[in-house]
């Protein structure tokens, strides 16, 4: 009989479980020992549905706050929380042996754990002083998850070569999908609950005064109604270029600079951290690749500034009824054919030597404003597929394009409507076990 061991914990206890077992429990694990599971708690989760919303349910629902919406609101984000972190627990479950055995990914395990029992266990939300306590407590959570990423990296970096490449990227895509899935739920009702000011009717006060025009119609909680894509496209520029100029002791200016054209004034409903992930990942890989290249085409050794000229990167916005789509175009040499092959890859020959770098960083929530403690052009190995999963989040894809001496077009494409679902990762919980099983037959 097949031995193959599974990774399955609770409460800190390392299990194997023989391949049978594992097989009876692709839709349930009732029938294993109790030891292993905590069954009757987490099936009784990962058996409900998660209740997605599209971006244009946020909005409607987050503009004319009452009272009741508030605190409606807090139970939903309540009830959603353990149903999408349940099914995040049974994927670590799932797990070959030897990644329930790595320590990194033990702590993630029992962070999840703990999160899940504390939201389930939370009381009904019935009044604004409840709802102070229980935002209070997702912040605290959020806080304490800033290290799950980093976790992750470590944890996969040790993996690399002992574990199957397509699983940890099945893995690693759905703990990154549900994570900004939960993340995005628990910011949109804290900030909603920050900004609510009651009037004796229970409706929501008027928001003060504001320079910027229409704001208070454009950005409800998270979502931006009216995120004016060229505008986010030049300012991840200048944070790239500025970054650039530094690290390279470039002239202030030098940098390769990015033409924008087409559709500058192309809008779309979004979360707007979502977006500036992608653009600032995707234009900071051009902006490397153009420098580098220019470096290398020079024959300078220990060159100055003033000897090299780079090429620009050209940016084309597209605006349809339904998308918004971005290519990016660079003359940076393009990406070797071997190296292409492993861009979305988490887990790879070429990403191992980039995944030791999350030993450096403790906390990260893959924003672009935030400070890990290391340089921003530090590689991870994480950047594309990041950029991948906030696109399929509510809708969207990315694809890129290489040709090999010459350069690289890279192509978003953005729903911008907002009525597309989220996509939280929750339906496929047996796709996971299937790899697992595969593998190691």
Known sequence: MNSTKYFSITKGTYAPINSLAAKSHLTSTASLPQKFYQNNVLDKYINQDAKKVTLRQLVMFGRNLTKSKLIASANYVLSELPVRLAHRI???????????????????????????????????????????????????????????????????????????????????NRMLMTRISRRTLVEQHTLLSKNFCPNEDETNCPEPPTNIPGLRAQIVGKVDTQCNIGNLVHECAAKAQSIFEDY???????????????????????????????????????????????????????????????????????????????????????????????????????????????????EMQAKTNENTGISPLVPLGFGLPMCSVFANYWGGDINIYSLPGYGVDSYIRLPRLGNIAENPAIEDTEVLDEVAIHHHK
């Open 248 to 362: 390279y002791e470039l002239v202030p200016g030098t940098a390769p600079q990015v033409i924008v054209d087409g559709h500058k004034d192309a809008q779309l409903m979004c979360v707007t951290d979502h977006i500036e992930y992608i653009v600032f990942e995707l234009l900071k890989n051009s902006m490397k690749a153009s420098i580098q290249n220019a470096i290398d085409n020079s024959g300078i050794n220990g060159f100055d500034q003033n000897d090299l000229d780079f090429l620009p990167i050209n940016v084309t916005i597209c605006q349809t009824k339904a998308n918004v789509t971005v290519r990016i175009s660079d003359k940076g040499g393009g990406i070797p054919p071997d190296v292409y092959k492993q861009i979305w890859n988490y887990c790879s020959p070429y990403k191992s030597k980039f995944l030791t770098n999350f030993h450096r960083i403790k």
């Open 90 to 172: 049974r994927d670590f479950q799932h797990l070959p042996y030897i990644c329930g055995t790595n320590p990194y990914m033990g702590r993630v395990y029992q962070m999840y754990w703990k999160s899940f029992d504390e939201f389930r266990k939370f009381p009904k939300v019935t009044t604004l002083e409840e709802n102070i306590k229980c935002c209070e407590m997702f912040t605290r959570n959020m806080k304490e998850h800033s290290q799950i990423i980093p976790l992750l990296g470590m944890g996969v970096s040790e993996c690399v070569g002992l574990v199957d490449p397509e699983l940890i990227d099945k893995f690693m």
